[in-house]
C-alpha cells in the first residue's frame, strides 16, 4: 500500500473517531439543548427552531444533546443512550431530533421571514428551494433515517394535528427502517445534490391512520451532501396521491389547506431498540426562489 494511501486512511479513521467520540458540544459558549426541550436561534440566513424531540420515550439513561454553533452556523447533535422505556411500542420510532422552520403545530410554536412566510395556502406556496448541509452518522445495526417533513393542516395555527390534516415526509435516507403504510407510487422528482441537478426517483407510501400519512422515499440512499429540496414539487405531486388515495381529503379541499412548516431531522429506533448511539450536523440553511 502507497504511504499517500495510509495517511489518507488514517485520516478519514481519525476523522471518524472525532466525529463519533464526541461527548460533549464543541463550544461551550453555544446554544444548548441537553435534554428533550426546544428553543430559537438565529442562523445566518434563516431563524431555526431547535428540539431535542423524543416524543415517543418515556424514560432512558446516557448521554444526548443539540448544540448551535454560531461560530460556525452549525447544528450538531449527539446521542449516547440505553435502557430505553417507550411511551408506546406500537408507534415504532422513538423520536426525532431536528430543526424546524415554520409553525409546527404539535409545539404551537415557530419562526420564519418574508424569504417564506409559514404557514402558507396550499394553492399560495411559492417556488422555491430548502437548502441545507447534512452528514449522519450511526451505528450499524440503528434504525434510522434523515427526513424531511411538513405538517399540512386544515386551519393555518392549529396546536394539534387531527384526522383531516396530512403528514408529508421526504426521506433522503435510511438503514432499517421504512415508512408507515403501503407503496402507492413511484415518481421523479429532481433535487439539487452538491451543486448538480440529480433526477431522484421517489416510492411514495401512503397510510391511513389518525391523519393522512405520505412518505417519499429516495432510492439512493444520501447519507451526507448538500441539498436543495423544491418543496413546491412534492406539493403539487401530492396532490395526485391524496386524490387517489385518501378516504378523508379531496383535491378542492387540499388546495384550501395550509402548509405550516419544514422541519429536518432523523427518526430512530424500533420496538426492539433500547439503545442508540448517532449523530449529525446540519448547516448552511438557506430559502431561495427557484
Same mark, same amino acid.
Given at each position: 500500500?502507497?504511504?499517500?494511501?495510509?495517511?489518507?486512511?488514517?485520516?478519514?479513521?481519525?476523522?471518524?473517531?472525532?466525529?463519533?467520540?464526541?461527548?460533549?458540544?464543541?463550544?461551550?459558549?453555544?446554544?444548548?439543548?441537553?435534554?428533550?426541550?426546544?428553543?430559537?436561534?438565529?442562523?445566518?440566513?434563516?431563524?431555526?427552531?431547535?428540539?431535542?424531540?423524543?416524543?415517543?420515550?418515556?424514560?432512558?439513561?446516557?448521554?444526548?444533546?443539540?448544540?448551535?454553533?454560531?461560530?460556525?452556523?452549525?447544528?450538531?447533535?449527539?446521542?449516547?443512550?440505553?435502557?430505553?422505556?417507550?411511551?408506546?411500542?406500537?408507534?415504532?420510532?422513538?423520536?426525532?431530533?431536528?430543526?424546524?422552520?415554520?409553525?409546527?403545530?404539535?409545539?404551537?410554536?415557530?419562526? =420564519?421571514? $418574508?424569504? %417564506? &412566510?409559514?404557514?402558507?395556502?396550499?394553492?399560495?406556496?411559492? +417556488?422555491?428551494?430548502? !437548502? @441545507?448541509?447534512?452528514?449522519?452518522?450511526?451505528?450499524?445495526?440503528?434504525?434510522?433515517?434523515?427526513?424531511?417533513?411538513?405538517?399540512?393542516?386544515?386551519?393555518?395555527?392549529?396546536?394539534?394535528?387531527?384526522?383531516?390534516?396530512?403528514?408529508?415526509?421526504?426521506?433522503?435516507?435510511?438503514?432499517?427502517?421504512?415508512?408507515?403504510?403501503?407503496?402507492?407510487?413511484?415518481?421523479?422528482?429532481?433535487?439539487?445534490?452538491?451543486?448538480?441537478?440529480?433526477?431522484?426517483?421517489?416510492?411514495?407510501?401512503?397510510?391511513?391512520?389518525?391523519?393522512?400519512?405520505?412518505?417519499?422515499? =429516495?432510492? $439512493?440512499? %444520501? &447519507?451526507?451532501?448538500?441539498?436543495?429540496?423544491?418543496?413546491? +414539487?412534492?406539493?403539487? !405531486? @401530492?396532490?395526485?396521491?391524496?386524490?387517489?388515495?385518501?378516504?378523508?381529503?379531496?383535491?378542492?379541499?387540499?388546495?384550501?389547506?395550509?402548509?405550516?412548516?419544514?422541519?429536518?431531522?432523523?427518526?430512530?429506533?424500533?420496538?426492539?431498540?433500547?439503545?442508540?448511539?448517532?449523530?449529525?450536523?446540519?448547516?448552511?440553511?438557506?430559502?431561495?426562489?427557484?
Amino acid at each position: 500500500m502507497r504511504r499517500t494511501q495510509i495517511f489518507t486512511l488514517l485520516f478519514l479513521f481519525i476523522l471518524f473517531l472525532d466525529l463519533t467520540s464526541s461527548q460533549t458540544p464543541k463550544y461551550k459558549d453555544a446554544f444548548i439543548l441537553t435534554e428533550p426541550s426546544l428553543g430559537d436561534v438565529r442562523t445566518e440566513k434563516l431563524p431555526l427552531t431547535l428540539e431535542l424531540n423524543f416524543w415517543n420515550i418515556a424514560k432512558y439513561e446516557g448521554n444526548t444533546w443539540m448544540a448551535f454553533y454560531n461560530k460556525e452556523d452549525t447544528v450538531e447533535y449527539f446521542a449516547d443512550i440505553k435502557n430505553i422505556v417507550l411511551k408506546d411500542k406500537n408507534s415504532w420510532v422513538h423520536g426525532y431530533p431536528e430543526v424546524y422552520y415554520g409553525y409546527k403545530p404539535w409545539s404551537a410554536h415557530g419562526i =420564519s421571514t $418574508e424569504k %417564506l &412566510i409559514l404557514p402558507k395556502k396550499v394553492v399560495e406556496f411559492p +417556488e422555491v428551494y430548502f !437548502n @441545507l448541509k447534512y452528514y449522519l452518522w450511526h451505528e450499524k445495526n440503528l434504525p434510522i433515517n434523515f427526513a424531511m417533513e411538513t405538517w399540512i393542516t386544515k386551519e393555518p395555527y392549529q396546536k394539534t394535528v387531527t384526522s383531516e390534516d396530512i403528514e408529508m415526509m421526504v426521506w433522503l435516507y435510511a438503514n432499517r427502517l421504512g415508512p408507515a403504510g403501503r407503496k402507492v407510487a413511484e415518481v421523479k422528482i429532481p433535487i439539487i445534490l452538491n451543486g448538480k441537478p440529480r433526477d431522484v426517483v421517489w416510492d411514495v407510501y401512503f397510510s391511513h391512520g389518525a391523519w393522512d400519512y405520505i412518505s417519499y422515499k =429516495s432510492k $439512493e440512499n %444520501l &447519507i451526507e451532501g448538500e441539498v436543495k429540496i423544491p418543496i413546491n +414539487e412534492f406539493i403539487k !405531486n @401530492l396532490r395526485s396521491i391524496i386524490a387517489n388515495n385518501s378516504r378523508r381529503i379531496t383535491s378542492e379541499k387540499y388546495d384550501q389547506m395550509y402548509v405550516t412548516v419544514w422541519e429536518i431531522g432523523t427518526e430512530f429506533g424500533d420496538p426492539y431498540t433500547t439503545e442508540a448511539k448517532f449523530g449529525w450536523k446540519f448547516s448552511n440553511f438557506d430559502i431561495e426562489l427557484k
